[in-house]
């Protein structure tokens, strides 16, 4: 049987084991600040088409394509806004993804057909090197299969692709945690954020200097549709495990009888104010370190989904700065 390779992503040997694949249409793993990424020549539309069919990805949701240089935008998209422009320059190398218009040359199945694609520019050293090596942009979604938990530590992604011949470049785990934050910012329209992620809207803010719009769910999981940002579907970045997303006071109503049956997650103070007689439990860390919490979040739910719990309940943290985004993950992995 097939099984990943994992290579440590730090070696010169790694990388051009890595390039090696990627020109000849192969995906490859790589780590980013964010999450783990399924790379691919994103010029390539049977590379791509390999990404999509790998991850079981349906066609209709767009990927993002990574630059190794802020200014590589240039190459694939244009009519950016100057609030795009100015989170260009004041995030890049970073956690954060622009939509503009597409250039001719991007290939449809990179943007689903969209007249708009996706950007973004990573500061992980090891995405970075891979991208400057390679030479050209890579489209890379998250590294797990369509729907599932996505991966911050390279074992993750071997463990999701256990039986598929796929070098995995190992590069720590991710500091962030969680994806990027997807902005759409085309020329003539104001800034919004499609997808709440590493970057807070307290940041944005501070570099465009006015609140952006959030845009609300529409899409719906098996609609037909082509959705303008499917990483908005309902139901995404979902365990094995039914959760729910609960606050402290409706999780205290649990008798005893429930939480025997419950894997618990939630902050150091949460999951201390609810006390003993849960299945297992698993903390993010401090209530009022939201980045650590961030960091912990996608592990510590796929190590409650390997306990035998039957459902995992989640409390709700405060909704301000990266615990909106905290929020947002979990209430689409209950969805
Ligand atoms: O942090 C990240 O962004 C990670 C790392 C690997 O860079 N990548 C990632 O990719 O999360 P993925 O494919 O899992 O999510 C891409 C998101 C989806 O929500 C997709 O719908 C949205 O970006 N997207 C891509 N192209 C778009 C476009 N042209 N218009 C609107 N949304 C788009
Ligand atoms: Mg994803």
Redesign the pocket.
């Known amino acids: 049987m097939p099984t990943p390779t994992v290579l440590d992503g730090t070696l010169p040997a790694s990388i051009d084991a890595a390039v090696d694949l990627l020109r000849a249409g192969q995906p490859v793993a790589m780590p980013?600040e964010?999450?783990?990424?399924l790379a691919a020549d994103g010029l390539d539309e049977r590379a791509l088409a390999g990404v999509f069919d790998l991850k079981r990805r349906p066609r209709f949701?767009?990927?993002?394509l990574?630059v190794a240089e802020p200014a590589g935008w240039h190459d694939i998209a244009e009519g950016m806004s100057d609030a795009g422009r100015r989170l260009a320059e004041a995030m890049w190398p970073g956690?954060i993804?622009l939509?503009a218009r597409?250039r001719d040359g991007v290939p449809d199945l990179a943007?689903s057909g969209?007249p708009?694609?996706?950007v973004?520019c990573?500061s992980h050293p090891v995405a970075n090197t891979l991208l400057r090596a390679f030479g050209g942009p890579l489209a890379?979604?998250?590294?797990n299969r369509f729907g599932a938990i996505?991966p911050t530590r390279a074992g993750h992604v071997s463990d999701e692709f256990a039986d598929a011949d796929l070098l995995v470049l190992d590069g720590r785990p991710s500091e962030r945690g969680l994806?990027?934050t997807?902005v759409?910012v085309l020329e003539g329209e104001p800034p919004e954020v499609?997808?709440l992620?590493?970057v807070t809207l307290e940041a944005i803010e501070a570099v465009i200097g006015q609140t952006p719009r959030v845009r609300a769910a529409t899409s719906q999981p098996g609609s037909a549709e082509p959705?303008?940002?499917?990483?908005?579907l309902d139901r995404h970045y979902a365990p094995r495990t039914p959760l729910r997303l609960m606050t402290e006071a409706q999780a205290k109503e649990l008798t005893a009888d429930q939480r025997q049956r419950v894997a618990l997650l939630g902050s150091d103070e949460a999951v201390a104010t609810l006390g003993e007689g849960f299945a297992t439990a698993a903390t993010l860390g401090a209530a009022d370190r939201a980045a650590e919490m961030a960091a912990r979040l996608f592990e510590a739910m796929r190590e409650l989904d390997a306990s035998d719990a039957g459902q995992i309940v989640a409390i709700r943290v405060e909704d301000a700065g990266l615990g909106r985004a905290i929020n947002d993950r979990l209430a689409r992995a209950s969805a």
Do not use: F
Not at 227 to 232: D, I, Q, T, V
């Open positions: 980013t964010t999450v783990y990424g949701d767009p990927l993002i990574h956690p993804t939509v597409r943007t969209l708009t694609v996706a973004r990573p890379a979604p998250s590294a996505s994806e990027s997807v759409r499609l997808r992620g590493a959705a303008e940002s499917p990483g908005l």
